[in-house]
């Protein structure tokens, strides 16, 4: 509609769109994957005759409603549903839930949401890999497609491109499906009671509460009654000397446990140079709190002599489990340590940090909607004597 000159939107390339639109130069590539339900004795579809009589799900208007059109002409049995109502990661949960069979999105789709659903998994291909790219108007003189094309082929754009993937789209899960499925119904079981003090504590110490939030489900999982066989206690697992410092008289108080959990961690903080700067300042603190402070720096000495920046946690890490390592363990000040634990540790704080924002995300979007259709079922009852529905108090989230 001319509304706008670029559209970048992880857009794949098809020969229908072409000859619609401009496209600039391929920055990435897709293909249209098959998604089912991982489910004992049951086989993974194997080919599109495995489709066929199953309920397959896609969004309307997509690349894959494309494809499957053209695939009927060889298999006329085969059918699908296609939503313009739904997004992809509702249709992500209607496989999850089992209410369809299979879903057919784009693998960078799946590829980005795959550790927020275990048990889901990717079965074949369906057509050729197709090119990612920016949809542009067209304009006469083809200025905007060759400043588009000429900053997608910069080599600092192609480095930001290669970051952003790894971040984004190369998300390895480092909890097991148990690990998950267990926090999802935790998530619903165990948090709105504690939600409140993790938001009033992160307002107080200055942190993201979800954050908080992550490090006790790593420590207790939200269990106030939590001890270890070493004697820690609590939500945030507090030792008595840690309970002491910051003035805890009952570990397993929730309130208490959350609010002297999230001081501690201040305290923890400040041990750190202050010239690493967040995220990487938390991770390491994070990672000294686990292993013990020593360990850490031996590490950071070990990344050192690699020639690699030992203020920046993703280099660090490599070099923490070789601590385990008598070759490398004997050459630094502190000795052998388990070095994969803090690894560890760190990234399911990370990943519980990830569930827990997607999931909230999705609940806020779930309650928007659910908000609308309530606004929009009172205005039809409201309905001005002409038929005009009047929408004066419609959310704005609509």
Request: no cysteine; proline share 5%.
């Amino acid at each position: 509609n001319r509304d706008a000159h670029i559209a970048a939107a992880g857009i794949t390339v098809s020969d229908i769109r072409e000859s619609k639109y401009d496209f600039s130069r391929p920055y990435s590539e897709s293909a249209s994957t098959v998604i089912y339900r991982v489910r004992q004795g049951v086989p993974a579809p194997a080919s599109v005759e495995d489709l066929i009589g199953k309920k397959v799900l896609i969004l309307a208007n997509s690349i894959q409603a494309e494809q499957l059109s053209r695939l009927k002409e060889s298999f006329p049995e085969l059918a699908w549903e296609a939503t313009d109502e739904l997004t992809n990661t509702d249709i992500l949960d209607k496989v999850f839930n089992e209410e369809v069979d299979y879903a057919i999105v784009d693998s960078t789709v799946y590829e980005s949401q795959s550790s927020f659903y275990p048990g889901l998994s990717d079965a074949f291909v369906i057509g050729r890999t197709r090119p990612i790219a920016w949809v542009l108007t067209h304009n006469q003189d083809g200025s905007i497609k060759k400043s588009v094309d000429k900053f997608l082929g910069l080599e600092s754009t192609k480095v930001l491109i290669t970051e952003l993937k790894a971040k984004y789209f190369s998300k390895e899960n480092p909890l097991n499906f148990f690990d998950t499925v267990t926090f999802k119904s935790d998530l619903e079981t165990r948090l709105p009671a504690l939600e409140p003090y993790f938001k009033e504590a992160a307002i107080r110490y200055d942190f993201d509460w979800k954050f908080l939030a992550a490090i006790a489900y790593q420590e207790s999982h939200w269990r106030a009654d939590a001890v270890s066989p070493t004697g820690v206690k609590g939500i945030m697992m507090l030792t008595q000397a840690a309970a002491k410092e910051v003035g805890v008289e009952d570990r397993t108080d929730p309130v208490e446990s959350i609010f002297g959990g999230a001081q501690y961690l201040i305290n923890v903080k400040a041990k750190i140079p202050e010239r690493i700067k967040d995220p990487d300042h938390t991770w390491f603190a994070l990672a000294g709190y686990n292993i013990g402070f020593g360990h850490l720096e031996d590490a950071r000495i070990l990344t050192q002599r690699a020639n690699k920046d030992p203020d920046k946690w993703e280099n660090v890490k490599e070099f923490l489990p070789l601590l385990s390592k008598q070759r490398y363990y004997q050459t630094v000040k502190y000795g052998y340590a388990r070095g994969q634990e803090p690894v560890q540790y760190v990234e399911n704080i990370q990943k519980y940090m990830d569930l827990l924002e997607w999931e909230k995300q999705i609940q806020e979007i779930r309650e928007a909607r659910e908000e609308a259709m309530r606004a929009i079922q009172d205005a039809e009852n409201q309905s001005a004597p002409n038929g005009i529905i009047l929408l004066d108090n419609m959310p704005d989230t609509l």
